[in-house]
């Protein structure tokens, strides 16, 4: 399954590099990216728990694309459909939590834990756990942006 992974990581991130779209990479200040995409995180987050889709769908490029386990999602209407909830499940929390950032170029690979929060009508909230992977590119004005969102929940433990 690793494996699996690392090939699929390999093969969304040759077009990220090659797409640097005139973006300042060169020198890039490690701290600084970890504290903007930190908090770039923590606003995916809150706009996902207030149901504000549209902010959610704006931090992704254009072309971005949700590769959940079954799924590929690509731009940001759908984007935004994608993670509208219905009138009866509502979000409590959520939580990206990053583990590892690497920044090559005008591209920044985080890795990490989310956890999220449903309460679904009336019966009582459940939580979910997961790994992630996102892949943001560097535009030009200088703002990161996820060009591919990458997750799945943990195996089961025997």
């Known amino acids: 399954m690793r494996g699996l992974w690392l090939l699929a990581l390999s093969a969304v991130a040759a077009p990220v590099a090659a797409q640097q779209s005139g973006a300042r990479c060169a020198t890039t200040d490690t ?30 490029t254009t072309d971005g694309a949700l590769i959940p386990e079954t799924r590929f999602v690509r731009g940001r209407a759908d984007i935004a459909r994608f993670f509208t909830r219905g009138p009866t499940v ?8 990053m583990e ?29 756990t997961g790994r992630y992977i996102l892949i943001w590119q560097k535009q030009s004005n200088g703002k990161w942006l996820i060009r591919y969102d990458i997750w799945h929940n943990p195996p089961q433990q025997s």
């Not at 509502?90 to 939590?97: G, I, P, R, S």
């Not at 999220?116 to 909230?125: D, K, L, N, W, Y």
């Open 31 to 60: 701290i600084a990216v970890r504290r903007e995409l930190s908090e770039a995180d923590q606003a995916f987050s809150a706009a996902y728990v207030a149901g504000n889709y549209q902010a959610i769908a704006d931090m992704y």
């Open 100 to 128: 590892d950032l690497r920044i090559d170029g005008c591209a920044a690979y985080e890795v990490g834990m989310w956890k999220s929060t449903v309460q679904r009508g009336e019966a009582p909230a459940t939580t979910s």
């Open 90 to 97: 509502k979000l409590v929390a959520h939580e990206l939590t």
